[in-house]
């Protein structure tokens, strides 16, 4: 039992230290380049199978070939799928307008062919021509828990359910967590959620169980372009800086990182990106800020509160009273 | 659902079948769907329009139920003590009774909402300041059993010391744990919760201030019924004049409080409290109006709690209100950094 104000105040601390452990291993993470991401969804297979994850609903959702829609308690891996009429650097997109048959194209009432950005599969005889000043770009990003510095779960969590690890992570112990929802709502990415079928709630674990016996995550371990980098926090945020200034050089100036600053609203992710647009066209909060940072001056107000409502209503039975 | 942006006509006849513009827009207002995304004025960009956050995954029966009982519980108990010390035995009677029951209530909201009710107990393995919902258990621990001493003394008479303290526990305890519950959905990335951390615990006590005066209102005689109409009038100007403030300051992430289910009972929230008090405020004293007024403020009170969840509920599930504010924020930021470099 601990009056536990550690977590949201521990500045800058190694969140492990900070989480009371005296002597912790190095903190890891994962710095996801989604630069080379090309979308195959392996890290999501190898999560789901590594982990049980149950199924979490097959449903076409229209938004390109993201059929898993977001993170979830089903879905500890997500990859997002973004289609822009953009350039990719210097790159040539060689797309070629794709010719419909004519049955085809009356059946869709005359509307005009929509390209989904596929190279086009026709023989190369003279049919397809490439559209010169087509731009085209698909970004792909494999999102997951943050693993904050200062994480909002787990400063909100009433049970203890949600703990750090000495590896700096944060997990959620099932036989501890009653449900009660807290998490949910306070985590600033909307990763965390509850799972109907046992009423608990769940997440990445960045797979604690293989951590503890020196393996990298699954996910990581199954990414074929390494868009998936697992290894110590400090070292991987060396290689995302160079990384940035390698492809701003190769004419990507789009390129930047996200979550990697340790002076941001959560202390710095666990979990970091290089990303190649704005962070909210792949679903992310732009500058998220841990819930709990305001929590002092939460109480500060609440106290007040309560002090004006006991004054109030001990005022308010003053007059006429008759002892 | 939504289509890719990237066509290789851009004829302006083409149908626009989506709902937001990737990476260029967002979610369209209702009213707009069908137009071309291209001429509509959401700045902000989103992933499909997709929310960032997760909702919270609570009953709004239980947990904006428990809300209004919670701050009902715990200004009945201190208004109760109040009238007791002041010779109103029958208003603080009825008052400690109306606590007790809410309190029942309150207790029943928050177990049943959890995902496993038989692990409620699992709240008071840890004590954490970070976490209003381990504060607030601890104060529902302490305060119950001492609401429920109270009650149980002054509706059967019996055992007058131990009574007695469970009064005077259960009032002071009592405003902690009507005012708590706004630092409990504050601390949530829900815009709307969030940024209304500065005024929601006046709120909330001030409502709960409005809804214990009228329960005194309808269970004590006339001639003890002072203290509850003065402490009803002060609550529902409190909560109304910071209601409105809070409204006001939180500008473009306020509109779920003036918009759809939520802003409909906040709406029905502030007449059926304005409404209560201005009857209670009639010189003419009576009966039928009293009550009327009484009944009014505690169905406000109650509108009140599930106007605010609605409207957090409903800024959660839009990524503009996400999206927005921390953009502004970013750009503020960059903009006085140009400034002094
Ligand atoms: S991203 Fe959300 S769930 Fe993950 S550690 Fe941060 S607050 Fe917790
Ligand atoms: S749902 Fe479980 S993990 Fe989340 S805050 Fe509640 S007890 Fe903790």
Redesign the interface.
């Known amino acids: 039992?601990?009056?536990?104000?550690r977590?949201?105040t521990g500045g800058e601390r190694d969140p492990a230290t900070a989480g009371g452990y005296a002597e912790p291993p190095e903190r890891v993470g994962f710095f996801t380049d989604t630069s080379v991401c090309i979308g195959c969804k392996a890290c999501e297979v190898a999560c789901k199978e590594w982990n049980a994850v149950p199924e979490d609903g097959l449903l076409f959702?229209?938004?390109?070939y993201d059929n898993t829609?977001?993170l979830?308690a089903d879905s500890w891996r997500h990859v997002?799928f973004?289609?822009?009429?953009r350039r990719l650097g210097r790159q040539e997109t060689h797309l070629a307008?794709t010719e419909l048959p004519p049955d085809l194209l009356r059946s869709a009432g005359g509307?005009?062919?929509?390209?989904?950005?596929l190279p086009a599969s026709a023989p190369p005889d003279g049919h397809v021509a490439a559209?010169a000043d087509?731009d085209?770009r698909w970004l792909m990003s494999s999102d997951v828990c943050k693993h904050c510095t200062h994480a909002?779960c787990l400063?909100?969590?009433?049970?203890?359910?949600l703990f750090r690890t000495e590896f700096g992570t944060v997990v959620v112990q099932e036989d501890?967590?009653?449900?009660?929802?807290?998490c949910?709502?306070?985590?600033?990415?909307?990763?965390?959620?509850?799972r109907p079928s046992?009423?608990?709630?769940s997440k990445c674990t960045l797979c604690y169980d293989r951590l503890s016996v020196g393996q990298e995550p699954a996910c990581a371990k199954s990414c074929p372009t390494d868009s998936i980098q697992f290894g110590e926090l400090a070292e991987l945020r060396e290689r995302a800086a160079g990384r940035v200034r390698d492809l701003h050089d190769a004419g990507v100036t789009s390129a930047r990182l996200y979550g990697a600053d340790p002076q941001d609203g959560v202390g710095g992710a666990g979990a970091f990106f290089l990303l190649l647009?704005?962070p909210?066209?792949?679903?992310?909060?732009?500058?998220?800020v841990v819930?709990?940072r305001?929590?002092p001056?939460?109480?500060r107000?609440?106290?007040?509160?309560?002090?004006?409502?006991?004054v109030?209503?001990?005022a308010?039975?003053?007059?006429?009273?008759?002892? | 659902m939504s289509h890719t942006d990237v066509r290789l006509d851009t004829s302006v006849e083409l149908p626009v079948e989506r709902d937001a513009l990737i990476g260029s827009a967002g979610r369209p207002e209702r009213r707009q769907r069908g137009e071309r995304l291209m001429v509509s004025k959401a700045e902000f960009r989103s992933y499909y329009g997709q929310p960032v956050l997760k909702s919270p995954p609570w009953q709004a029966p239980d947990i904006a139920g428990y809300l209004f009982l919670g701050g009902l519980a715990g200004a009945s108990s201190t208004l109760a003590a109040a009238a007791e010390l002041t010779g109103r035995p029958r208003l603080a009677r009825g008052l400690k009774a109306g606590a007790a029951v809410a309190i029942a209530g309150s207790l029943y909201s928050l177990v049943h909402d959890l995902g496993r009710p038989e692990r409620f107990l699992h709240m008071l393995r840890v004590v954490k300041v970070t976490s209003p919902m381990s504060i607030g258990s601890w104060l529902l621990a302490g305060y119950g059993p001492l609401a429920m001493l109270a009650a149980g003394s002054a509706v059967t008479g019996r055992l007058p010391r131990l009574g007695r303290l469970g009064t005077l526990g259960a009032g002071v305890a009592g405003p902690a744990v009507a005012a708590y519950t706004a630092a409990l959905i504050s601390d949530t990335a829900v815009p709307v919760w969030h940024e209304a951390h500065a005024e929601l615990p006046i709120v909330f006590v001030g409502s709960a201030a409005a809804s214990a005066g009228a329960l005194g209102l309808l269970v004590a005689p006339d001639r003890e019924a002072g203290p509850a109409r003065r402490a009803a009038l002060l609550g529902a100007v409190t909560e109304l004049a910071t209601a409105h403030r809070m409204e006001r300051r939180l500008g473009m992430v306020g509109e779920p409080l003036r918009r759809g289910l939520g802003g409909a009972l906040l709406r029905a929230s502030h007449v059926l409290m304005a409404g209560g008090a201005l009857a209670l405020s009639l010189p003419v004293r009576n009966r039928v109006l009293t009550r009327a007024g009484a009944v009014a403020m505690i169905a406000g009170s109650i509108c009140l709690r599930f106007g605010i969840f609605h409207a957090g509920v409903a800024s959660a599930r839009d990524p503009k209100y996400t999206v927005t504010p921390q953009r502004e924020r970013l750009e503020a930021r960059a903009e006085s950094r140009r400034r002094r470099p």
């Open positions: 039992m601990a009056l536990d104000l977590e949201a959702t229209g938004m390109s829609g977001s979830g997002a973004i289609e822009q009429p307008p509307r005009t062919a929509v390209s989904l950005g559209a087509m085209f909002a400063d909100v969590c009433p049970t203890g359910a501890v967590c009653n449900g009660c929802g807290y949910v709502p306070a985590c600033p990415y909307g990763v965390i959620d509850k046992n009423g608990l709630v647009d704005e909210e066209v792949y679903g992310l909060p732009p500058d998220p819930t709990t305001d929590l001056a939460m109480w107000r609440a106290g007040l509160a309560a002090v004006g409502l006991l109030a209503l001990a308010v039975t003053i007059p006429g009273a008759r002892r």
